[in-house]
């Protein structure tokens, strides 16, 4: 059985990014975390880096991954920005197997309707030390008042979380 590493970003003392109306960035992490995990674990096996508002380093959560030797990382943010205005979603990875999953992913998620910032390579800590395929989706602007509103509803994050699932889905069933 594939094995699948959902990582909500933040925690506990690091809130992330907060909204203009005071939305956490973490709390919105860990929701659409438990979602992709509650619906990926009947096909794969699943591990979260963190099940609860609790502070966990970026070192031990890259290093879970390697130690359940995860066939793939997916960390899960929200963006922010000086400029009130900037929105959208955007996916990073950092090898070339991850930006095909970044593909996949990130396809779903502007299926939504949520304006395409593009499919980037980035140089994080947790995609730089995870070994598998890894992507860092950014879903929206927590600091953008309509996506804050957004990232507050439970059937936007359901609707998020189903397409994360749907690139996962998308990932394996394509892979040469
Ligand atoms: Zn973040």
């Known amino acids: 059985m594939k094995v699948i590493v959902i990582d909500p970003g ?39 880096t963190r099940k609860n508002d609790e502070t966990v380093t970026l ?11 995860a066939d793939l990382f997916i960390s899960i943010h929200c963006n922010a920005a000086t400029n009130p205005l900037a929105n959208g979603t955007e996916t990073y990875y950092a090898s070339p197997t991850g930006a095909k999953l970044a593909k996949h992913i ?3 998620l502007v299926g939504l309707g949520l304006k395409d910032r ?5 140089t994080y800590a947790v995609l730089r030390n995870t070994r598998m ?4 989706v950014e879903v929206a ?12 509803s439970t059937r936007f994050l359901t609707d998020v979380a189903d397409a994360i699932c749907e690139g996962v889905y998308d990932y394996f069933g394509k892979e040469e």
């Open 10 to 48: 933040h925690g506990g003392r690091d809130p992330g990014a907060v909204g203009p109306g005071g939305t956490k960035e973490k709390d919105v992490n860990l929701v659409i975390a438990h979602l992709v995990h509650t619906r990926l674990q009947q096909d794969y096996s699943v591990f979260m």
């Open 141 to 152: 602007f927590i600091s953008h008042a309509a996506e804050e509103i957004q990232l507050g």
């Open 133 to 136: 395929p890894a992507v860092l």
């Open 118 to 122: 593009g499919i980037k390579q980035g």
């Open 59 to 69: 070192t031990a959560r890259s290093a879970l991954a390697n130690a359940k030797k």
């Open 106 to 108: 990130h396809e779903r």
